[in-house]
């Protein structure tokens, strides 16, 4: 468990210590005066309890299927309405999204709704004027898939929809809804989707999504907004995006080997370098830095990420997989890694593949200034 003041930075916090093993999809609540974690275990439901939100977590109560049928489930989200009531939102068995109150003692109550429109899990939650929107992921496993949005005008009502939140292509840009929370700023209030990029290995390569959300009240329609760099002020609810950048064109750089300046549909000036082999590579010269770390977008894309790899290296230092830098390598056209740079216009940046397989093609790179 994490705490954060500003949903950027995270300190480990007491973690909870009890005699639980293998909880899934954790979640927070706080159906009384004390702090609750509800997470599937052996496809039940678990509480853990203490008084504070930070630590002390005991085990509450046994596991327990949900009712009305007894089902047993996989995922687990979690919503407050608005009148204070809390609700576990499960993918239950039999490709049911259940719904269900939590009691004030903390017990799982009875189901108030469910969705029953295909086989979906990873529930997810928020409420925008009076409208209740449903976010679930199709059973992919650990493979990513456009993920739905559902809604409904009342938490007993039917549900409508079943759009996807995301252009198709993306798979949720290679994410699995997780979470939707709730920002309320003193300028606007502001949704953030919250889904997890899974490999099948797991490990540190499993990273977190979280973007902004745009909701159209009017066509009940919720779409993510997708930034390569982002941040909210959670005082005002305001997000922006990093305004001074310096960009170098592909085109423009130093090349080696085998590679071309051909045409190119989704780059900036529609041109980019192709045609990178194991002789091949681009540098980019009189890179200018600020001094330190320094964040650096990349601009682009690979045909097929798992046979080829993008490499990196700067003032001619030892090279690195893009994707150890920033594990979305290769799955959108624009990646920020943080480099080290000196000072002014000094700073070579030279980028390659290991492989002929990967299909790369450089549009740019731009360096962040604020």
Known sequence: MYTSTDLLNWTPASNPKNSIQYMWRPKLAKPDGSWRIYGQVDRKVQALKSSSIADGYSVSGSSVALPPSSYTYSDTGMFRDDDGTWYILTS???NNVQVNKINSDGSVG?????????????????????????????????RSNP???????????????????????????????????????????????????????????????????????????????YHAQWRIDVSTGEVTTPSKKRRYEAEDAELKGSVLVRDCSHCLNKRGVHDFSQ????????????????WVQLHYHVADRSAGEAQISVNDGPFFNVSELNSRAGYHYVIPVELELEAGPVNSIEIRATNEAGGIVIDGIEAIED
């Open 92 to 94: 239950a068995d039999h």
């Open 147 to 225: 993920n739905k949005v559902f809604w409904a005008s009342s938490l007993t009502g039917s549900w409508n929809g079943g759009d996807d939140i995301a252009p198709s292509g993306e798979n949720t840009y290679n994410s699995q809804n997780t979470f939707e929370f709730t920002l309320k700023g003193s300028k606007k209030t502001t949704y953030i989707y919250m889904g997890d990029s899974w490999d099948s290995k797991g490990g540190p390569s499993s990273n977190y999504i979280w973007l902004p959300m745009n909701v159209d009240t009017s066509n009940k329609k919720v779409t993510l907004e």
């Open 279 to 294: 002789d091949g590579g681009i540098t980019f010269r009189n890179v200018t830095g600020l001094g330190g770390k320094q």
């Open 110 to 142: 009875s189901r108030v709704n469910y969705l029953a429109k295909g086989s979906y899990e990873a529930p997810g939650m928020f409420k925008v004027n009076g409208i209740y929107y449903l976010i679930v992921s199709g059973k992919t496993g650990w």
